[in-house]
């Protein structure tokens, strides 16, 4: 996927949902702000409440991994009877709009990335065949780091 030439092919976040991810039990939701006057989304809070690992389910959402830890045991909150957690990702990249939703199931410890793209009028989704393509040439995994920054 090239963006158009003459398109602006910028990345902008929209959504991000959470249901039973690390501590989070349950459903959560952050919308980000995508006016271009006031584009700038601030998540503030005490330390050891959620906001790095708020991060870390976008980049697990995209790329199926969190750096910050390895064991998949504690994707899923241990507060839950559910043993299946879901990160979905609502984004643009240009004039396209996706949403990412990977979810990982604690029985197989296996997880799934499904990538759609969000048709503007319909709202209908079109599934993309190759989601980890996709994303890797939107944003490659090897980058996300220095946009994707985890630190203090």
Known sequence: MMP??????????TRLELENWRQYLGKHQIDFSTDAEKHLTVVHAENSVGKTTMLNAIKWCLYGKVPEFDNKKILVTDRSDKKIC????????GQVEYTALR????KYQTSKLNLAKIDKNSRSQKPESNPDAVINNILPSELSNYFLFAGE
Request: hydrophobic share 30%.
């Open 103 to 106: 979810v990982y199931e604690q």
């Open 4 to 13: 158009n030439s003459n398109s602006k092919s910028e990345l902008w976040f």
């Open 86 to 93: 879901k990160v979905r990702l609502n984004f643009k990249y």
